[in-house]
């Protein structure tokens, strides 16, 4: 019913920035909060940050004034721009979005900061 692909994952330097996207599609109205979770080796899936269909935010205290989510409505496009990025950072990113009775996730991208 509701599709989510991520994009935007990769390589990068301690200090450096990475854009991520998720693309939503199919039955994209019944979804009241879309977020980032990662999960890295040996840990559990956190969340990174979300994002209400009202706009309103949340985030990790790892992650706040670093990380910023975002959403293009007119694209059905979630963002997460990601600065200063530390090695603690490296984890596969998901894109997640909650209807009332369903959590959808996407397939997952990587992200890796090592120098």
């Known amino acids: 019913q509701v599709q989510l692909v991520e994009s935007g994952g990769g390589l990068v330097q301690p200090g450096g920035s990475l854009r991520l996207s998720c693309a939503a599609s199919?039955?994209?109205?019944?979804?009241?909060?879309m977020g980032w979770y990662r999960q890295a080796p040996g840990k559990q899936r956190e969340l990174v940050a979300a994002i209400t269909s009202g706009g309103t935010t949340n985030y990790a205290d790892s992650v706040k004034g670093r990380f910023t989510i975002s959403r293009d409505n007119a694209k059905n496009t979630m963002f997460l721009q990601m600065n200063s990025l530390k090695p603690e950072d490296t984890a596969v990113y998901y894109c997640?979005?909650?209807?009332?009775?369903?959590?959808?996730w996407g397939q997952g991208t990587q992200v890796t900061v090592s120098s």
């Open positions: 997640n979005g909650d209807s009332v009775a369903t959590r959808y």
């Open positions: 199919g039955s994209i109205f019944s979804i009241y909060r």
